[in-house]
């Protein structure tokens, strides 16, 4: 009899600290949904993570399920992947508490997320902000991941994970399966369109910096006009051209053309064609998520049966990564 060829297992997490952004979308959730027919996909909603930061409860409670709904628009689809929201399953917390203890204090010390965090949010450097690393470990090795897709900035944190795996195993024989971090070619890191040294955010504090899956076309196309350009009035990607660079790269994602098209497409034209150019594309690539949005997120008892479902797959699943963790290292079971 023939055998059918084991999937690779997929994982990864989007933190509902806000509305999500275009960044979000092309650096990581689309290809969450490429990646479903190939891979065994799990996906979660990092709520725990978004506590790093404060939150005010009832808009934190409203995140999360706009979030649930928005990933279900953009694609995700509960009959294929598993979607759950990590809080939901217990196995998170107690995963991470135990790879803390494998977690170097010197390695934590130079992420670079914490150290732009705490520069953010100086009067709460909370333990959890620095510890964030071992608790998404702990999300990933609990699946026992081939691959997660992420955007650039979370190369560091799935370094990180490696290194603790391999330290884990090198004490307790092959107990994790090392990932390995699947970043898209275009679209890894989208800038905020009013400061492009910065990346898109969803808290960042410039409205106008960042666009939101859920924003009404009206609002995309006036973002994308004021977004920040040059004065050299000519589309090309440049060294020191960021804001055009950011807005090259964001069509480029969306439309599939190349930076070498784009520059021909718009040669002899203004940063106005342009800009309404890249407006228009967004709109279009975001116009049937946000549609599928208003349809879902009226129907919660729908969306509450989806994370009630998925969430007791997922502890089914990462309880034996967990119970192997706990026999390695000495818990009485
Ligand atoms: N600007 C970006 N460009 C490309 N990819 C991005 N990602 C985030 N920003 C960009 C990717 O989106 C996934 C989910 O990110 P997250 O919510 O877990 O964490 P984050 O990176 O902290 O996201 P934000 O939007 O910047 O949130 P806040 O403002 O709350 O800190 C990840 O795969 C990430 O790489």
Redesign the pocket.
Known sequence: MEQTEKKQVVF????P??TI?L??Y???VRNWVKMQDEYDCIYAL?DL?TIT?RQNPAQMRRNILDAYASIMACGVDVEKSLFFIQSHVHTHAEMAWVLNCYTQFGELSRMT?FKD?SKKHADNINAGLFTYPALMAGDILLYQADKVP?????KQHIELTCDIAKRFNGIYGDVFKIPEGFIPKN?????SLQNPLN??????ENVNGCVHLLDTPEVIMRKFKRAVTDSEACVRYAEGKDGVNNLMTIYSAVTGKSLDAIEAEFAGKGYGDFKTAVGEAVVEELRPIRERYEQLIRDKAYLEDCYRQAAGVALKISSRTLGKVMKKVGFVR
Not at 12 to 15: E, F, M, R, T
């Open positions: 990864s997490a989007i933190q600290s806000g952004t960044g979000n092309l650096g990581a990092a993570h930061v997320q965090k992420v955007g650039a900035d979370q679209g890894a890191r989208v800038m990346k898109m955010s969803k808290s960042d």
